[in-house]
């Protein structure tokens, strides 16, 4: 239960100004997240790391000399936007290329590729490692579809140290991936955690049962059983991760491994080392040979009841890389010479956006472009609950308040922008701008996309007719094919896809705006319904596909909820606004 709040929606935000309060003496808070606050070697390659808020010390409390040069903090469980981080990238960056790294996770690989795509374009070298090392939520041959839970911190450390060593971005990004290749980690839980406002967990484990193999999230385990003793547990964690050795590992007997006993929330310190105590014996027995271990809390899921148990095989030079010196809120190792601190106004302010010039026809079609957003955030407001439910099935529970916090940014940059005299294409790429910003997330990164491919055919001057519209939907669902999915993944695709083409034959038809949209909303409808048939092959539901048989897709739902009401909006005019 978290009991100390103000508003539910101002938590990250409110968590982060008094985590950079408190750790001046480590990091610097810019928009999106926060920098070191050490002054940086120019020619350094910055390792920049980051995802939902949540998880401390992931991300902000692992910034600092000797591992990341910035994090990305985005919203409760949900990844930061590709604006957050490349804030936090671009203010890092110290000429010599940026490394990004974070857990698995698909809303953090849309909005990190994205932000990736443009630093390049910037002229800035930019690289990806994943961290993959939780082991139950793929087989080992699709090892690059895990999820990464404790096993960032290994990662991340090889990585820092590598930078500030002065390995060129080519070697920072060789050793983080031979670390991550060599790391792997699984864990179990006893309680599920419960957000900030929320009245219950994002998932129950029946008393004297728990969840074995549980992500970081409310994700479900891959199967239950019963509470065992602590040497029980270590003896299931041990040889989980024994069961599963990397390739690259020539001998068990004798190998030299990093350790990390995670503890996820509230399982406490003491009860942590009574597990310890067993899972050093029986690495012992397994002639291996522990290196600077870790018993603690390295990667947290709010207050959920669990444990992890992280294996990190090491060689000479990642060894070395491991045990390097490290200064950070969160995890320090050995001692480093005192370092020159930066000044707050050293780091770049934020620019507001222009509103380019636009006609007084586009600034009407501006107004029901308010109205249809407004309209759109009452419908996520009235289902809420019932979007979070569905998502909670096999997902993390918050597709609901992702969307709510997405839709009304959308709305409140839409009135701004509307206010300012902005035309209905700047009106509609604002909101998707705010949107995906302000949502992070899948559901951020599509609504984002979606928003701006549709404002790009609106534009400043037109009045756009049906087709234009339809143009203007088919380069949406261009935007979101992009990202991956096909029509049967059971995402948002299965209900964007039908409403495209739906809407182009209705308007070839020669439907009008109304009718095209209303035969449109009806396809997307049936397909949503007909997605809870379809077993999950992307996102967070992916790694329980049999759970999500008989639930419809959230996005996909929540897609076509949100196409019915924008014909109320088409239908009432204004009074949606
Ligand atoms: N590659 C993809 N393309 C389109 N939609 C996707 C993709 N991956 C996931 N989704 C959609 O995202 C929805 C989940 O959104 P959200 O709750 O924001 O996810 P998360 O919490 O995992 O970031 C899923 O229900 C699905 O419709
Ligand atoms: O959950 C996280 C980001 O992934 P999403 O796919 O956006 O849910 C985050 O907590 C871990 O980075």
């Not at 790294?101 to 809303?107: C, D, F, Q």
């Amino acid at each position: 239960m978290t009991r100390l709040y103000n508003d539910p929606q101002a938590f990250a935000d409110e968590m982060i100004d008094g985590f950079v309060a408190a750790n001046s003496r480590w990091v610097r808070r810019v928009s999106g997240g926060v920098v070191r606050a050490t002054r940086t070697e120019p020619g350094t390659v910055a390792v920049v790391v980051g995802g939902g808020s949540g998880h401390y010390p992931a991300f902000g409390g692992l910034v600092g000399r000797g591992l990341a040069h910035g994090a990305a903090m985005g919203n409760l469980f949900a990844s930061p936007s590709a604006q957050q981080v490349h804030t936090v990238a671009a203010t890092a960056h110290r000429g010599a290329g940026v490394l990004f790294s974070y857990g698995n996770y698909a809303g953090d690989v849309l909005h990190f590729d994205q932000a990736q795509e443009r630093l390049r374009a910037e002229g800035i070298e930019c690289r990806t490692v994943r961290v993959t090392d939780d082991i139950s939520s793929a087989p080992a041959d699709r090892a690059d579809q895990r999820r990464g839970i404790a096993g960032d911190l290994t990662v991340f450390k090889v990585a820092g140290a590598a930078a500030d060593a002065g390995y060129d971005l080519d070697g920072v990004v060789r050793v983080a991936e031979r670390a991550n290749e060599r790391t792997r980690s699984f864990g179990v839980a006893f309680s599920g955690c419960t957000l900030p406002g929320a009245d219950a967990p994002l998932f129950t484990v029946p008393e004297g049962r728990m969840g074995v193999g549980m992500g970081i999230h409310g994700e479900p385990g891959i199967h239950e059983a019963d509470v065992p003793s602590a040497d029980g547990l270590a003896e299931l964690l041990v040889s989980s991760l024994l069961g599963e050795v990397p390739q690259s590992v020539d001998t068990v007997r004798g190998a030299r491994v990093g350790v990390i006993l995670n503890g996820l929330g509230s399982v406490k310190y003491e009860e942590l080392f009574v597990v310890y105590r067993r899972v050093a014996q029986l690495l012992a027995e397994a002639e291996l040979e522990v290196v600077d271990p870790e018993v603690g809390e390295l990667v947290t899921s709010f207050d959920m009841a669990g444990v992890s148990l992280t294996l990190f095989w090491l060689d000479d030079e990642l060894e070395r890389l491991w045990g390097a010196p490290c200064d950070t809120p969160a995890y320090r190792k050995g001692a480093l010479e005192p370092a020159e601190l930066i000044d707050d106004t050293e780091l770049a302010a934020e620019t507001a956006a222009e509103i380019p010039p636009a006609t007084a026809a586009s600034r009407q079609v501006a107004d029901v472009a308010v109205a249809a957003l407004a309209t759109m955030s009452r419908t996520i407001d009235e289902h809420v609950d019932e979007l979070g439910r569905m998502d909670a099935i096999a997902g993390d529970g918050d597709h609901g308040i992702g969307m709510q916090r997405g839709v009304h940014a959308a709305v409140d940059a839409a009135r701004a922008a509307h206010a300012a005299q902005a035309g209905a294409g700047t009106v509609l790429a604002l909101a998707g701008d705010a949107w995906a910003d302000r949502a992070g997330g899948t559901s951020g990164a599509l609504w984002g996309a979606i928003l701006r491919a549709v404002a790009t055919e609106v534009g400043d001057e037109r009045v756009p007719d049906a087709a234009a519209l339809a143009r203007g939907m088919r380069a949406a669902t261009d935007a979101v094919l992009r990202f991956g999915a096909v029509v049967g993944d059971k995402t948002m695709v299965d209900a964007l896809v039908p409403f495209a083409d739906e809407l182009e034959t209705a308007v070839g038809d020669g439907a009008g705006i109304t009718a095209a949209w209303a035969r449109a909303a009806d396809a997307a409808a049936a397909a949503a319904a007909a997605s809870a048939d379809l077993m999950p092959r992307m996102g967070r539901a992916r790694p329980h596909a049999e759970k999500s048989l008989g639930t419809p897709d959230p996005g996909a739902h929540s897609f076509a909820l949100l196409m019915r009401a924008v014909l109320t909006t088409t239908t009432n005019g204004r009074n949606a606004s």
